[in-house]
Structures are given as C-alpha cells and as structure tokens.
C-alpha cells in the first residue's frame, strides 16, 4: 500500500502558525521579488477569490480593503517546517520518497494493526499535533492511486482529510477526477485525451494499457496500468535526476554594473553546482544569461553564454570561474538588467563519468563535501563563495517576510510573562 501525505496550501499554512491574526484575517503569499500570488488560505480566497497566480500589484487595492494579510516568500521557514513534517513521516514507514517541500509518499508492505483509514487519521493528527500544519492523506495500491486518493481527499470535506482506494470506492474516485488532474498527464495530454472521449480518470483508467502505449508513450501505459492498480513506479521513477539544471531570478532592483551583475551569475552558478552534486551529476555544458526587462520601451537586450567544461564538473569554484568569464562578454553600459541566470544543460551520471586519460588531475571532491556538510548543519549560506558578494542590488526582494522563527535565534517567538507575574 502506498500512501501520498500532501500538506494544505504549505505557504499560506506555515505562515498561520506563528501569526494568530493571519488565523482570523486570512493570509496570501508572493513569489519572489514579491511578484505574484502563489500561495493563499481558504479564507483568504473567500474573500479575494481565487487570485493565484496574478500579479500583486493589479489586486493590492483589493487586498488592502479585504484585510488579508501578505507575506513575501519565507523560505527558509517553509524549509524548516518541511524537515519537521518529513521525519514524523520516517516514523510510519521506512520506505519514504520526499517528493517536494509539500509532499511526500510511504510504502507500506505489512497490513497495521488498526485499518489503512485509521492509520491515515493518526499521521493527520500527529503531524498537526507536532507541527501544527494541516495535512490531506491518500492511500492507494499504487503511488498514482495514492495521488488520486490525495485529490479526492482535498476536494470532499467528508473524508475528513482522509481516502483510501479500494475496489469498492475507486470509480468514485476515478470519477471526480478530471484526466488532467491524473499524475503525470497534464493540460497538452489532456486534450489528445478529450478528443479521444477521455475526460476523466476512470476513463482512462478502462482503456488497453498496450493500445495506449502504442498511441502515446511507454509513460502512458504505465500510468493506465497504475490506475487499474499494477505497481508499475519505483521511486527512481516517480522523481527521475534532472535532465538540466537551471537557477535564476528578477533582480531587486534594475542593475546597472558589472560587479552587480558578476556576482549575480556567481551566485546562480553556486546554486546550480550544489544541485547538480545533489542528485549525484556532473557538468558538461553551462549556459550563463542576463537581459533586459521585456517590458521597457526601449530594444530588449539578452546575451547567452555557453561554456564548456574540458573534464565534468560539480565544483562551485569551476563554475564561479565560468560564471565571471560570461559576466565580461554579457554586460554592456547602459543597460537595465532585469534578470539573469545559469543553467546547466549537459549533465552526466557522476558514478559512470570516466575522466579523460590526457585531462589534468580535477578538484578535490571532498572540498565540496565538506561544504555542503558545514551549509546543511549550521543553514544555507553558512559558507559560501566570496565572488557572489554579501547583500547586493540583485538580492530577492522580499519586503513582507515574516520572521524566521524557527531557524533564527533573533527571531525566536518571545512570551511576556510582566503582566502575569504582577498578577
């Protein structure tokens, strides 16, 4: 048995916890650099309506005269609060795949003592009880099952946050289920779907597994076979290593020098090397960019840079080096600079790489190692290439951040006691 524990609007949640006015209020999110809408609560949308994705500053007005309150993107916090949630989890199950910040999936091999309902109700109620974020859980035979669980789970109040799919209930489910919403098929699959009279998941669900193979792709057929509850997904599969690797970002603020602009691709760089050593890859080709805003009147300016690497690498030195070397060829006085970003659009497997016989002795992995090891116990950025800068021009903006309470000592929660201790 598989089961999908999602958390409920994760942004907006997380940010409820510590606030008790959000609580009342409601409470929206914003991208970065405060851009758009990404997150928002249930009272939130009753008030505003579904705003999600639109851009802050075309609804402030109506926010402001609503009440709710906004906060820019804590990720830090989010992040924090996410690891909490992910090791109540390894409690249940010792087959656990972290799908995103949000979500996360169990495999279960042994029937619990009490049934699969009761067992979903108990991780709902420990993990508000210990985190106090709210959580929808779906139990399936199959992950994609679980998936579709999980949805009907959100769109009924009367599961009480809880499905399980079985024989008797899974046309019910499969049902209520657009084809779009089936894990893995998505709105351009979906429409070769409808035209075929397959509108939602139960559909799919009845057609030839072989016939859709033929029709679309191997994906497919795995997914119908899922449906109909053959375990086709392994965990390699449900979350594949990225083909590319990319990290950029809206400047703060227009820049408009070269060592803004420098430091910024640096940064992206080092991001881009710690998520390539992540998921075990190396770097063959980096593309480093940088334009103007598309929305200026004046001619958009945009300039890539490939590099590649002699030996691949997952070294953040390497690829700062890099990131400095396409910072000369792409900036030019008197341009805005709007964004800028890095990308890493080859990559191999790191433990089948074999270097060239002829290529030069490559950096000492266990920099990089130890690195990661120092930024993961003591927080992001706890060390970090000092080419990339301290506080620049081109940091995110984030001017409603809440505080970071549990990952900063200055931002802890503080109690008053005064008023009870004088009483």
Not at 345 to 358: H, P
Request: aromatic fraction near 8%; glycine fraction near 6%; charge should be positive.
């Amino acid at each position: 048995m598989f089961a999908l524990v999602d958390v409920n609007s994760m942004y907006a949640s997380c940010e409820k916890i510590f606030d008790p006015l959000a609580r009342r209020t409601g409470v929206i999110v914003l991208s970065n650099n405060d851009g758009c809408v990404v997150a928002m609560c249930k009272l939130a949308k009753a008030k505003l309506g579904n705003v999600k994705f639109q851009p802050y500053f075309k609804i402030s007005k109506q926010v402001e005269a609503s009440g709710v309150i906004v906060r820019s993107s804590n990720y830090e916090l989010y992040s924090d609060l996410s690891a909490s949630i992910m090791d109540i989890l390894s409690r249940y199950s010792p087959e656990q795949h972290i799908y995103s910040i949000d979500e996360s999936f169990l495999r279960f091999q042994t029937q619990p003592k009490e049934n699969w309902w009761h067992l979903g109700k108990e991780i709902r109620r420990v993990i508000w009880q210990e985190v106090r974020l709210p959580v929808c859980v779906g139990m399936g035979p199959t992950a994609t099952l679980a998936k579709a669980a999980n949805h009907y789970a959100k769109k009924n109040k009367n599961t009480g946050g809880v499905s399980v799919v079985d024989k008797q209930n899974i046309m019910i489910v499969l049902q209520g289920m657009t084809v779009e919403d089936v894990w893995g098929i998505g709105s351009r699959l979906g429409k070769k779907l409808r035209v075929m009279a397959i509108d939602n998941a139960w559909k799919l669900s009845q057609q030839p597994a072989k016939l859709m193979r033929q029709q679309f792709s191997v994906n497919i057929e795995r997914t119908v076979r899922e449906l109909q509850g053959e375990p086709c997904l392994t965990w390699d599969e449900v979350k594949s290593p990225k083909q590319q690797i990319f990290s950029t970002r809206a400047f703060g603020e227009k820049v408009t020098d070269y060592a803004s602009l420098e430091q910024s691709l640096v940064m992206h760089s080092e991001k881009v090397a710690k998520k390539s050593r992540k998921q075990g890859s190396l770097i063959k080709m980096m593309v480093a960019f940088a334009h103007s805003s598309p929305f200026s009147d004046g001619q958009i300016y945009r300039r890539n840079i490939h590099h590649g690497f002699f030996d691949a690498t997952a070294d953040s030195r390497d690829l700062a080096i890099a990131a400095s070397a396409a910072a000369k060829q792409i900036y030019r006085p008197g341009v805005l600079f709007h964004k800028s970003g890095v990308g890493a659009i080859e990559l191999v497997d790191g433990a089948m790489y074999q270097r060239d016989m002829f290529s030069s002795q490559g950096r000492d992995p266990r920099v990089m190692a130890a690195l990661d090891t120092i930024n993961q116990r003591f927080g992001p950025d706890s060390l970090s290439l000092a080419a990339k800068g301290i506080q620049g021009k081109w940091q995110m903006r984030r001017e409603m951040k809440s505080p970071n309470y549990t990952s900063s000592w200055l931002d802890m929660v503080r109690i008053n006691c005064s008023n009870i201790m004088t009483k």
